[in-house]
């Protein structure tokens, strides 16, 4: 499976990158080929990969979302697993299949805020806002963040998108990783 495949999945679901070589989705694993994305190059079996059990995936699961951010003057809640921004809550908040630590806040907006203006975003868990957040501001087009937060099966995971200074309007990408 190539890169720009793993890129597609990650934005439309779960996906696991095992240490194995192989990736996860949706329960299936699949082998990724002739190349390692650490040590030396060279190819690669998965002979000695240990299938995974009913609890969860053994590596760290990307999820992530993305959507058309339609209003700078009000909060907004933005998906995983699909492309979906809503100004209510409750019909963006998906629940994760399993517990783990989360990390690794990537977002990208399409259009800079501009001069003044930003985007702060927040990753809200159960509709109340966790310590895995950052901003984008003026020029800028990304941000990051590597806060931690425990999550369990069940809890309710979206992006609160909140704006200052009237941003310009974007389209948003958003990616964060569970470990378990």
């Known amino acids: 499976m190539n890169r720009a495949l793993i890129a597609a999945v990650a934005l439309f679901g779960l996906i696991s990158l095992t240490g194995c070589g192989a990736v996860r989705l949706m329960g299936l694993t699949l082998p990724t080929g002739v190349t390692r994305t650490t040590g030396p190059p060279g190819p690669r079996s998965c002979t000695g990969c240990i299938p995974r059990n009913p609890s969860g995936p053994k590596g760290a699961t990307v999820l992530a979302g993305g959507g058309a951010l339609t209003d700078n003057e009000n909060d907004s809640h933005v998906a995983w697993g699909s492309f979906l921004v809503s100004r209510t809550e409750s019909t ?65 995971l979206d992006l609160r998108v909140t704006p200052f200074g009237t941003p310009a309007l974007a389209t948003i990408t958003w990616s964060v990783t569970i470990t378990p």
């Open 92 to 156: 963006v908040a998906i629940p994760v299949p399993f517990g783990g630590t989360l990390t690794n806040l990537k977002v990208s907006v399409s259009t800079a805020p501009g001069t003044g203006a930003s985007w702060t975003f927040t990753v809200d868990k159960n509709k109340s806002a966790t310590a895995v957040s950052c901003s984008v501001a003026g020029a800028a087009t990304s941000c990051g963040d590597s806060s931690l937060v425990a999550v369990v099966t069940g809890d309710k």
